[in-house]
């Protein structure tokens, strides 16, 4: 819709679009009104859309519903009228819908009016053209949520025709996965199993913050770009942080380095058993566990302030492998599991096997980003007592007949472990590996080697 300079624009909505017909109208050089038939709290643009349309020169007009355009003898559009609301009774939803207020009219002179609110999509067409297409109350399509086929086979639909007004974002996301649900319609696929595939993959984590033991820090504001220099140009507002703003910014720590992140027991028991809202949480900011991270071992990882206290990586360290590098330390609510004497986990005796961060159920012990191809073995040290075949918690090694100890690669030449590599260590865990071909078995062994089974830690 074309806006002239020094003309007089009526925007009529409260969403994004709204603002941006209202900001670029404005860059423009037309004197912009912004009118909205709900109050500031229920309109759909974010604060500081509507903050920022309102310093840049727009006059908005809440609870002010538009009745009739005006035209003069010529056709020609010279005002719009409006009606004031005002919040009546809560509706079903308990949200008070807006009602008319008899006898408050008033005009806008303007030369152009922007509707910017929401549409819906005429669905008139299905009854009589377009059979076995059901459409809601709300006027869209009804489809199945994850391969939005309609009751139809064969006919899909997406965007807002589907879930009302939304996003463009939102609009193009469902519009990949519809198409990933036509190629499978035009396979032979099931639809009822590709949707329940696609909802598996889809599945969002209901992130909450159980333990809130540090302050939150605000963001940085971004610097922006004077009110006053943004007239009649569409120059770039946001001008990017500066070095420090960026490294202060990017220190805000949202916790997000956890592989247990949407497969969290701890989260699963928390929303399970309603620990969001516990006793502990009407304390003080100090009375909130804040344990320093270690980071000094070479393999694992320590984050205490993710410890739920099960002792599970207690029990098979002690009682599975053997070193006993962890123990229950302090009493009451300042119960934690710990190394002796809290020392770094790489002054104890730990064999770095990774069993504890299998057992984890939270993310508390991690395994480090590392890469691994093999270990050297010296043969001519090695007095095959068997101690490495009892500890080795995956099973890689194993004894001959004769109790000669035999190695191969547990799956392929080389194997690259990364952090989360031995943190699903579960899945590379066999009952037996035999070779099956000669070329499988290394230079110098037995061919009939028998592996010893693989303990199974957590199932």
């Known amino acids: ?63 002010s519903a538009p009745t009739k355009l005006i035209y003069d003898d010529n056709k020609k559009l010279t005002g719009i009228e409006f009606l004031k609301m005002k919040l009546g009774e809560p509706d079903a939803s308990g949200r008070r819908r807006p009602v008319p207020d008899p006898g408050t009219e008033y005009t806008i002179n303007c030369d152009t009016v922007i509707p910017a609110f929401g549409q819906s999509p005429d669905v008139s067409y299905f009854p009589t053209h377009v059979q076995g297409v059901k459409t809601s109350k709300w006027k869209t399509v009804v489809t199945d949520p994850w391969n939005f086929m309609t009751d139809r086979p064969g006919v899909f639909s997406g965007g807002d025709c589907q879930m009302g007004a939304k996003t463009v974002i939102e609009c193009v996301a469902q519009g990949k996965l519809g198409a990933r649900s036509i190629d499978a319609y035009l396979k032979g696929e099931d639809m009822a199993t590709v949707s329940k595939r696609i909802e598996a993959e889809e599945r969002k984590p209901d992130l909450i913050s ?80 804040d344990y320093e991270v270690d980071i000094s071992h070479s393999f694992i990882l320590r984050d205490p302030n993710k410890c739920i206290n099960c002792t599970q990586c207690v029990r098979v360290c002690h009682d599975v492998i053997g070193p006993n590098c962890y123990g229950m330390f302090g009493k009451g609510f300042d119960t934690i599991v710990s190394t002796p004497f809290n020392v770094s986990l790489s002054e104890t005796d730990c064999v770095s096997c990774g069993a504890c961060v299998q057992v984890c159920p939270t993310g508390s012990l991690m395994m480090a980003e590392r890469e691994l191809v093999k270990y050297d ?83």
Do not use: W
Request: hydrophobic fraction near 35%.
């Open 377 to 459: 073995f010296a043969l001519d040290r090695c007095i095959f007592c068997g101690d490495c075949v009892e500890v080795c918690p995956h099973g890689a090694l194993g004894e001959t007949p004769n109790f000669e100890l035999s190695f191969f690669n547990r799956v392929g030449k080389g194997v690259n472990l990364h952090m989360d590599d031995l943190a699903r260590a579960p899945e590379y865990l066999v009952d037996q590996r035999v070779p099956r071909r000669p070329g499988d078995v290394p230079m110098g062994t037995n061919p009939l080697i028998r592996p010893l089974p693989a303990r199974r830690i957590r199932e």
């Open 210 to 289: 159980i333990v809130p033991y540090k302050p939150v820090e605000p963001k940085v504001k971004m610097p922006m770009l004077p009110y006053e220099d943004r007239k009649r140009n569409f120059k770039l507002i946001e001008m990017g942080y500066t070095p420090e703003q960026a490294q202060r910014e990017a220190a805000r720590c949202l916790q997000c380095a956890c592989p247990a992140a949407g497969q969290c027991d701890l989260q699963m028991y928390g929303i399970e058993f309603g620990l969001t809202d516990n006793r502990f949480h009407d304390g003080e900011v100090q009375d909130f566990h």
């Open 1 to 63: 819709m074309p806006v002239d300079p020094d003309t007089e624009v009526v925007v009529l909505g409260g969403g994004f679009t709204t603002f941006d017909c209202t900001r670029t109208s404005l860059r423009l050089g037309a004197k912009t009104h912004t009118a909205y038939r709900r109050g500031r709290k229920e309109m759909s643009a974010t604060v500081e859309e509507v903050e920022d349309g309102e310093a840049e020169g727009t006059d908005l007009r809440l609870f």
